[in-house]
């Protein structure tokens, strides 16, 4: 948990130009876009079963839902805020194993699948058609995102994750990418090259939600991958170059990262905010007039 504070603290006085937000709480309507009301409420009046606390790896407290409502209301607030300069980020979410019914692997809600409902949502009483693509390059597979989003017109899940990894029950993305443990840079930047030019195929995004996993490093505890530092950090440019291609507001989510150190985890997150801010900047070259890159 300590590299959250972390990440923070290293933005802050390392990118000053960046504007630090405190998010907003996400409301039972806007959760209900995704999740059961009844599995919301249980949540939320901590009458979750022992057994579901344990799937979902914390135990219950009112913390951990004041967190978890906080965490998908940065990713709405990043989404806004990226729709209406481009680019925004969340230095948490990414909180993809959250099913519509029930929480898992420290993931309590969905916070891609509320925002990009809600997000389409909003577009559609203006009048308007909103695209969304979830690039999700954290290492476990967004299996419930896949489950939640599966059937949802408009809206595209890709997952590169490693095939030997958690979850070993693995939903049906819109693509689904398995890399074999050991992956290095050459081969996962392939593999991504690939699937991205396949998704533009598919549907050119208006919206693209990053789930920026800090886990496929070979660092990783637990990410069984072998991408370098340098390698991290081409992805990320990667798919921020991809979103500018397709002249798509681009929202990013820190997603998991679980380094030997907790320094290794947060030099590649500071990296994808860092190269976040390039890109926003770089989109507003001609018009900067004291814009600041948002962050919830």
């Known amino acids: 948990m300590a590299k959250y504070r972390l990440l923070r603290e290293r933005v802050q006085f390392e990118l000053p130009d960046i504007a630090l937000c405190e998010p907003p709480r996400a409301s039972d309507g806007e959760l209900a876009l995704a999740h059961d009301p009844r599995y919301v409420q249980r949540v939320t009046m901590g009458t979750l079963t022992a057994r579901e606390q344990r799937v979902v790896g914390f135990p219950w407290s009112e913390a951990l839902v004041e967190r978890a409502r906080r965490t998908t209301g940065a990713t709405i607030a990043a989404c806004r805020a990226a729709l209406n300069g481009m680019v925004a980020v969340n230095l948490a979410g990414g909180t993809h194993h959250a099913h519509a019914d029930h929480g898992q692997g420290f993931c309590t809600f969905n916070d891609a699948a509320v925002a990009a409902r809600l997000m389409q949502g909003e577009a559609s009483r203006r009048r308007e058609l909103l695209r969304v693509a979830i690039i999700d390059l954290d290492v476990h597979q967004g299996n419930g995102t896949a ?51 396949e998704l533009v195929k598919t549907m050119v995004p208006d919206l693209v939600i990053y789930l920026a996993g800090a886990d496929a490093h070979a660092d990783d505890r637990l990410g069984k991958l072998a991408l370098s530092t340098a390698g991290m950090r081409r992805r990320d440019e990667r798919v921020l170059e991809f979103a500018r291609g397709c002249d ?6 820190m997603a998991g990262g679980y380094g030997r150190t907790v320094a290794t985890t947060v030099d590649v997150h500071f990296n994808t905010v860092q190269a976040a801010f390039l890109s926003w900047r770089d989109r507003q070259r001609n018009d900067l007039d004291g814009a600041r890159l948002r962050i919830a």
């Not at 798509?248 to 989510?253: D, F, H, M, N, T």
Request: charged share 20%; hydrophobic share 40%.
């Open 147 to 197: 489950s939640i989003l599966g059937n949802d017109a408009g809206i595209y899940t890709l997952s590169l994750h490693g095939e030997r990894n958690f979850p070993f029950r693995k939903e049906h993305s819109t693509r689904d990418v398995a890399l074999p443990d050991g992956t290095g840079d050459g081969p996962y930047l392939a593999a991504l090259d690939t699937a991205l030019a």
């Open 248 to 253: 798509a507001a681009i929202a990013l989510c």
